[in-house]
């Protein structure tokens, strides 16, 4: 848990427009933490087109600017509720969990005409293959090897031992690729270079965040879909 004297900043990258429903989100976590000592003290936002330097610009903003001890990740479709805010964290602890990673649906492949949703943690196979961590357990706190940026709460000792491996200049959000169509995406990319300094991630299942697409990808929407393949 997230200690009383600790301080956090909730910090998004965003391409100039957000969604209503995101900017709804920020508000009731930052209302809810008033009344639950869950304080939120105060907030970056990046903006720009190219989110991998968008996500380095808020990383080294929060370190050297802001001082606070956590940084809350949240992307500008993904929609934070009381009830996400207060899991990550009573969760966290910047000894044995620096990041906690919350719960939201992305849906590469279609199935017809309805999207294969999919959580956004992972875990890995090779150098360059991870795999979606699925199916979901239920509401538990489980550890994995990298996740989306779009929901990660942060310890400030993250960014202290990533720089003194890799030094202030290093970027830390780019993608790693080989010849052809071998790859990662910068948000892996960071949470590997995460785990060669020793820093573990985890999840919590129960932090479960709409992302609005075309429609809110969800947890009522991938347990419907799952249940109807598995049935």
Not at 10 to 33: H, K, P, Q, R, Y
Not at 83 to 97: F, G, M, P, Q
Not at 138 to 165: C, F, N, P, W, Y
């Amino acid at each position: 848990m997230i200690l009383s004297d600790e301080t956090v900043s909730i910090g998004w990258c965003d391409n100039g427009v957000t969604d209503g429903a995101f900017t709804e989100g920020l508000m009731v976590a930052m209302l809810s933490g008033l009344g639950s000592g869950r304080f939120i003290h105060n907030s970056i936002r990046v903006k720009g087109n190219q989110i991998a330097r968008q996500r380095q610009v808020l990383i080294d903003t929060w370190y050297d600017n802001l001082k606070t001890d956590w940084l809350l990740w949240v992307d500008s479709d993904v929609v934070l509720t009381a009830d996400v805010w207060a899991k990550l964290y009573e969760t966290a602890d910047s000894k044995t969990k620096p990041m906690v990673s919350g719960i939201y649906f992305i849906a590469k492949e279609s199935n017809g005409s309805l999207p294969v949703p999919m959580p956004v943690i992972f875990d890995n196979v090779d150098e360059y293959t991870v795999r979606y961590h699925h199916p979901l357990p239920k509401d538990t706190v489980i550890k994995i090897d990298s996740a989306g940026m779009g929901l990660v709460l942060m310890h400030r000792s993250v960014v202290e031992k990533l720089r003194k491996q890799f030094g202030n200049k290093h970027f830390m959000f780019a993608e790693s690729n080989n010849i052809g169509e071998q790859f990662i995406g910068e948000d892996i990319a960071f949470f590997r270079k995460c785990a060669e300094v020793g820093i573990p991630l985890y999840a919590h299942t129960g932090a479960v965040a709409k992302h609005m697409k075309t429609m809110p990808w969800d947890l009522d929407y991938y347990s419907l879909y799952w249940s109807k393949q598995n049935s």
